[in-house]
């Protein structure tokens, strides 16, 4: 048996993850998607989060489970599921970024997805809260960016949960070594109709810190929601070395 340790993305919570977790458990593994501190509908609440503060408490997810566990980090989430790895590589089987940032040491978000401009200029997608501490997802960007091919119920279903999302994390530098990131082994499930992190930026972000294994889904920023199946069974693959 296998856990699963299910990170989400930005704006998203554990509930992006509900169409995954009862597959997962059919087929005889555990599935387990933590909320993130602070992670709802109130600002303030997310004016402390740091990179670090949030790696530390999935390293403390992954630390609770009896056997090396299988770390999935979904888009923003990659970060978390890398720093995360460098403090208990050993309690660690195997790293999953799903459409996720893979960020080298010392880089960001914002610095690694800017080597690989857009096609074309990105509308934009979100707004700052009032107070300045948190990013809130503009709603008309749920289909039109990160479900693009996902069913219409679903795509309400993510709209009606969007949860907000703290400024800080975007320009947060990595901190990892090889002698603990870097032992513990990587790999990628890549959407090839993602327009929230386009192929080529996933493709450039695999060439820079290349993966034991790779999954191609033809399928947008979302695939909990518009192909469960088949991520479920990538994930079962990736686990499975």
């Known amino acids: ?17 509900e169409r995954v977790v009862p597959r997962l458990e059919a087929a005889g593994h555990a599935a387990i998607a933590p909320a993130l501190p602070g992670m709802g509908h109130d600002s303030a609440a997310l004016a402390g989060v740091t990179l670090e503060g949030w790696a530390r408490f999935v390293a403390a997810r992954v630390a609770e489970q009896g056997e090396p566990v299988t770390l999935v980090g979904h888009s923003r989430g990659g970060i978390l599921i890398s720093q995360a790895a ?18 080298p040491d010392g880089e960001t978000m914002r610095t690694t997805l800017a080597r690989t401009p857009r096609e074309r200029p990105a509308e ?29 119920a679903w795509q309400a279903r993510a709209a009606s949960e969007a ?19 870097g ?22 972000m695999q060439a ?34």
């Open 1 to 17: 048996m296998t856990t699963f340790l299910l990170i989400p993305g930005a704006w998203h919570g554990p509930w992006c993850w």
């Open 208 to 241: 820079a810190l290349p993966c034991a294994a790779v999954e191609s889904l033809a399928a947008d920023h979302s695939p909990f929601f518009s192909a469960p199946d088949a991520l479920s069974k990538s994930l079962l693959r990736l686990a499975a070395g």
């Open 86 to 103: 460098e403090y208990v590589p050993e309690r660690i089987g195997t790293l999953v970024y799903l459409a996720a940032f893979l960020v």
């Open 183 to 204: 032992r513990v082994r990587r790999t990628y499930i890549e959407c090839t109709e993602d327009r929230a992190i386009p192929l080529a930026a996933q493709r450039a």
């Open 124 to 152: 934009p997608d979100y707004d700052m809260t009032a107070d300045g501490h948190a990013y809130r997802l503009r709603p008309e960007a749920v289909a039109r960016t990160f479900y693009t091919g996902t069913e219409p």
């Open 163 to 181: 949860l907000l999302e703290p400024v800080t994390l975007v320009n947060a530098p990595l901190s990892l070594t090889p002698q603990r990131f």
